[in-house]
């Protein structure tokens, strides 16, 4: 993700290395770091249920499970605007109305239980934007 790291509160000052459990400042090691403790916490999560209502805390709960170990914020909303290459993501002034609309979306379609995969995919990459 692209950052103003000037006054950015994630980044470590002068970098756009995000600011971590293991002080890296070295983008390659800390995106290895990142994988490869995020790819452990999925692992874990296909074996054990997160409780939640499946809404923002819940969201913000899974984005600590999943990053907590890694990124000290992991599973807070976030105070500055962000973009991945072409992608512009949501406001974080707009953050908790814009993730209200999309989990009450999910919801009229049963949280996308029993639901084809592909269908699955276009509700999760609209939600992507939070």
């Known amino acids: 993700m692209s950052r103003e790291y000037r006054s950015d509160p994630y980044v470590y000052p002068g ?6 459990s293991r002080g890296l400042r070295d983008q390659p090691a800390l ?4 994988s490869d403790i995020s790819v452990l916490a999925l692992a874990e999560l296909a074996t054990t249920w997160l409780p939640g209502r499946y809404d923002l805390h819940h969201l913000k709960a899974f984005h600590q499970f999943i990053f907590g170990a890694v990124y000290p914020w992991a599973g807070q ?7 991945k290459q072409d992608t512009n993501f949501c406001l974080p002034q707009y953050l908790e109305a814009f993730a209200g609309d999309v ?28």
């Not at 909303?77 to 973009?83: D, S």
């Open 31 to 34: 995106t290895q770091f990142e």
């Open 15 to 20: 970098t756009s290395v995000l600011l971590n």
């Open 103 to 130: 989990f009450s979306r999910l919801a009229r379609h049963g949280h996308l239980r029993h639901r084809s995969t592909m269908l699955s995919a276009r509700h999760w990459q609209t939600s992507g934007a939070i």
């Open 77 to 83: 909303l976030r105070v500055v605007a962000i973009h």
